[in-house]
């Protein structure tokens, strides 16, 4: 008889910041383990991740039925990324609605398999339901989380404790994550700033979050030594295995074709380290005001620049930018004809903007998956975090590991222009701050080209060392229940 191919499935919720880590790690899988990788979402999402796949994949998509309009959704919203943020939480919870067609898609799989199950699940952090599933087939199943372990540990903390409803104090501690110093409360997203636990978010994620306790194991999109902290948090709090696998390499995708590829020659033609690369990610913008201020300390530092542009806040993020109405007057033309400045619509080939030798400098939100991309190519960071745990990774960045200079929090505060110019300053100089934080960035990229290390010598780096080590659990896992039905 054939020997059996082994089958994971993929499951992440329909947001670009977990999408995209999925599908890395999934091509990471085949390519690797060259094992099946059965990758489930809902149709359009699918549609979209198809073409970024490199073209001799052997990926499987399959779909589980959706129709946004149903869930009071406007029609084909099956992306947070064609969502304004108060909506955001209904797709969240009607994502709750897919459980019964994903049990179908696994007793679907299992059939075909002459009642084989998949090797296993790996599931969103915002499906614990899918361990139920799980359970009921006899499979191994993890979360995978793409976020970082200590932005996510204080999240998870925040979200299932509510500690700032507790006090007046504009600071407060964590009740079972004594590590982390005090948290206050200008690091709180928008919707953890209004929560009670009777509002929406905090009903879902109540409910959601508790339930990664109850999986064979957590996967993290980190390494062992940039995040020990988190990393702890987790393994006590679960007392499950925790594997820090990361970075998922998203490179192995295929880069998206763009119209605004000329960013790469434009960088071409100046010197190292002397660009700031901006983006706020596919699903944050600022301000109109903090916008206007962001790009009068640009023109003040007199520093070089690539920007993403997207509308600010209270417009739509996904319709065309009007630089003559939320920039200077005569800005963009301005950096244009004396090469000082690119505004790039919507969209950039990010990595490949880090990894020219002439950036030198990143202005992020902080989101997991970029922290991961500027590091892996030792670019420093100046952090603007404005959602979720983009707060804590900045923190973390900032007073653990030395890589980050915080310049703003949210997309409501106050900042002035002279301040993010002196920030800009301070980190593009060689000399100084600057200088030990580029210093420090590149050691950190070392330290992530040393954990996904696997060489012909025989050396394996931690990340590898823990995915080999969880799919062992995973077959491990298997092999005892088979024979326990013997």
């Known amino acids: 008889m054939a020997e059996r191919k082994e089958n994971v499935v993929m499951f992440p919720f329909m947001a670009q910041g977990h999408l995209i880590p999925f599908l890395a790690l999934a091509v990471q899988i085949e390519q690797r383990r060259g094992y099946t990788v059965t990758f489930v979402n809902t149709p359009l999402n699918i549609t979209k991740l198809r073409s970024s796949l490199p073209p001799n994949t052997t990926i499987r ?3 589980l039925p959706f129709c946004s309009a149903d869930h009071g959704l406007p029609p084909d919203s099956e992306n947070t990324d064609v969502l304004p943020y108060p909506l955001i939480v209904h797709l969240m919870e009607a994502s709750l609605s897919l459980k019964p067609s994903f049990k179908r898609l696994i007793s679907d799989i299992t059939d075909q398999q002459q009642g084989y199950p998949p090797l296993c699940i790996i599931a969103d952090m915002f499906f614990g ?3 139920d599933i799980a359970n009921e087939f006899g499979i191994f199943h993890t979360v995978f989380n793409a976020g970082s372990a200590y932005g996510m540990a204080i999240y998870n903390s925040l979200w299932l404790h509510l500690p700032h409803c507790k006090t007046s104090s504009d600071e407060f501690l964590l009740p079972d994550f004594p590590q982390v110093s005090r948290i206050h409360r200008s690091q709180l997203s928008n919707q953890l700033k209004t929560a009670d636990g009777t509002d929406s978010w905090s009903i879902f994620l109540q ?3 508790p339930q990664w306790l109850n999986s064979d194991g957590l996967l993290l999109n980190t390494v062992e030594d940039l995040d020990r902290t988190g990393l702890h948090y987790f393994r006590r709090k679960s007392g499950r295995p925790v594997w820090p696998i990361g970075p998922t390499v998203s490179s192995m995708t295929r880069a998206r074709p763009s119209k605004d590829a000329n960013c790469l020659e434009w960088l071409d033609i100046h010197p190292p380290a ?3 690369y901006i983006s706020f990610g596919s699903q944050n913008t600022v301000s109109a005001s903090q916008m206007m201020e962001l790009a009068m300390a640009l023109e003040a530092s007199n520093k070089n620049f690539i920007w993403v542009v997207r509308p600010p806040l209270g417009f739509d993020i996904n319709s065309e930018f009007r630089a003559v109405e939320w920039l200077p007057d005569g800005f963009e033309d301005r950096m244009s004809k004396c090469k000082r400045g ?6 950039a080939p990010q990595l490949e903007i880090l990894s020219h030798k002439s950036t030198g400098a990143f202005l992020s939100h902080c989101g997991w998956n970029s922290v991961l991309e500027s590091l892996s190519h030792g670019v420093p960071i100046i952090g603007w975090p404005i959602a979720a745990e983009q707060f804590y990774n900045a923190e973390l960045l900032d007073e653990e590991i030395g890589v980050c200079v915080e310049v703003a929090r949210g997309n409501g505060c106050e900042v002035r222009h002279v301040e993010i110019a002196s920030v800009i300053e301070m980190v593009m100089d060689e000399n100084g701050k600057g200088g030990d934080m580029r210093k420090k960035a590149c050691e950190i990229k070392e330290m992530i080209k040393d954990a996904i290390r696997d060489d012909d010598e025989g ?3 931690s990340s590898v060392k823990a995915m080999d080590e969880f799919f062992n659990a995973a077959l491990s ?4 229940k088979e024979e326990t039905k013997r």
């Open 61 to 63: 998509f399959l779909e």
């Open 129 to 131: 339901w899918t361990i």
């Open 207 to 209: 409910r959601v979050l």
């Open 274 to 276: 002397s660009v700031i």
């Open 342 to 347: 690119l505004l790039v619509r919507k969209w």
């Open 459 to 461: 050396y394996k780096g």
């Open 477 to 480: 896992t298997r092999k005892t």
